[in-house]
């Protein structure tokens, strides 16, 4: 393995004697991870369906290996129906160790794709309001894709750079989450790409953006709020430096200690200019003591000594909520099939598009989004047309109208396929409408059936490509 040479010198710093047990870990096989989305099902559950043989990652309570060379999760309609979400192991501890709770504000600075944005969305079940940025704006439509596909609601999708959010969003959320971007040193043996990549861009070019991330999303988090900052890097620049840094910036911030598991490794004091012992609570991963790639993180609380800031909240699109008043009938009359509470207030329509709005949105004057809570549906002339983001929302009990087909079902590739289903053996003559399509009980989409025949309305942009 053909390293840079000052990074082998930094490894050899960080180490010593374990150096060489880290070289041997490069002719290791790389560690392939899936997360069961507890939003859908329970682990429980999943574990009875699960098509392949599953080994537990012992410090994730809801994570997986799964040999990655043998089998391939992305093809199985259980992915289609956001059953799992795929991610290497290390990378799913940050959201893990956030502590979130249902009711919280919290925001993912960094999303995109969405590995962690989708765990803190689950962990709110639906109550409370998970903001999801990315600066780029394509990266932020595939970050929007995985939200809807794990059935994630009550969303808020960004795409700014996070110092234009501080207006909006001062003082604010209860719990940020900032995978930062980095040199990537982690990752060298699941990408060797990454090495290419750390030659032009190394941690000095990195460690600059961090600092102003994590201090720009300091500003944005209340006073006795979490903060959990991480990398998947090994530079002390970009790591306890960077968290020294906050803490000299912002003093109210404290080092937590994080649920531990004996593989983690605790931070180094001694590469910061302060030697602070705190940075102790801080817990680097590395691939030659754990089933995972390299990782870093540090968990802070934000001390009670600001004040919060009094904001304007309102729809979220600049707008203030609207009164409560008669909704479309075509509306009113495709939510009685659905078996769930809506708050008529929350519901809001833009260009014939109808959202059900997170609470409690601030104003969003000035700043670029995606999307602002669970898209319903379009009006078209004196008709409603579901979205594929609430078929993804609902939970087959929720719907009046079903059709349920095994997995073992020629069916359900068809329906994925964006083709038309024959439903003869299901339904009768008379029966017409929007049908939820679930496999094993899991929805995937919506069609529009007549005559005992689907129109699969399955979203193009979602469907299973032939190989």
């Known amino acids: 393995m053909n390293l840079p040479e000052a990074f082998e010198i930094k490894m050899k710093g960080l180490l010593g004697a374990e ?3 880290y070289l041997n870990c490069f002719e290791e096989p790389r560690h392939y991870g899936l997360r069961v989305n507890t939003a859908k099902i329970s682990t429980e559950d999943f574990l009875k369906i699960a098509p392949w043989p599953l080994e537990p990652i012992p410090w994730i309570s809801n994570g997986f290996y799964y040999d990655g060379e043998r089998v391939h999760p992305a093809r199985h309609p259980y992915y289609f129906a956001g059953l799992y979400y795929l991610q290497e192991p290390s990378a799913m501890t940050p959201a893990d160790r956030l502590l979130i709770e249902p009711g919280d504000r919290v925001l993912d600075v960094c999303a995109a794709p969405g590995g962690k944005a989708t765990e803190l969305g689950a962990r709110l079940k639906g109550v409370g309001v998970l903001a999801a940025n990315d600066l780029s704006s394509s990266r932020a439509k595939g970050l929007l894709k995985n939200l809807e596909l794990l059935g994630i609601g009550n969303i808020l999708v960004l795409s700014e750079e996070p110092g234009k959010l501080i207006p909006c969003f001062r003082e604010y959320f209860d719990k940020i989450l900032i995978d ?5 040193e982690g ?15 190394g941690p000095d070019y990195f460690s600059k953006i961090q600092k102003s991330i994590i201090t720009q999303a300091a500003q944005m988090l209340k006073p006795g709020g979490l903060l959990l900052y991480s990398t998947c890097t090994f530079s002390p620049e970009e790591n306890e430096q960077t968290v020294e840094y906050l803490l000299n ?3 109210e911030f404290d080092v937590c200690r994080m649920e531990e598991y004996e593989g983690f490794s605790e931070g180094i004091p001694e590469v910061t200019e302060s030697k602070d012992e705190r940075l102790k609570n801080t817990v680097r991963i590395f691939p030659h003591r754990m089933k995972g790639e390299g990782h870093f993180l540090a968990l802070l609380r934000k001390g009670n000594g600001s004040k919060n800031t009094t904001q304007n909240l309102t729809d979220g699109s ?19 099939q659905i078996h769930r509470e809506f708050d008529d207030s929350r519901i809001l329509i833009r260009k014939e598009k109808v959202y059900y709005m997170p609470e409690s949105l601030p104003a969003l004057d000035g700043v670029r989004f995606l999307r602002t809570g669970l898209f319903l549906g379009e009006l078209k002339k004196k008709r409603f047309e579901p979205s594929q983001a609430l078929a993804m929302n609902l939970k087959k009990e929720e719907y009046s109208y079903i059709i349920d087909l095994s997995v073992s079902d020629e069916r359900v590739i068809k329906y994925l396929k964006g083709e038309t289903l024959n439903l003869e053996d299901l339904v009768s003559c008379g029966e017409k409408g929007w049908y939820l399509v679930c496999v094993d009980g899991y929805p995937l989409g919506f069609g529009k059936l007549s005559g005992q025949t689907l129109k699969n309305k399955y979203l193009p942009g979602w469907r299973w490509m032939s190989v």
């Open 180 to 184: 930062a971007p980095c040199s990537g």
């Open 187 to 201: 990752m060298f043996r699941k990408d060797r790409k990454m090495i290419r990549a750390w030659e032009e861009h």
């Open 318 to 336: 600049g707008n203030r909520k609207r009164a409560a008043g008669k909704l479309p009938e075509e509306l009113t009359g495709f939510l009685k």
């Open 19 to 21: 150096y060489e047990n």
């Open 249 to 251: 910036k912002y003093p």
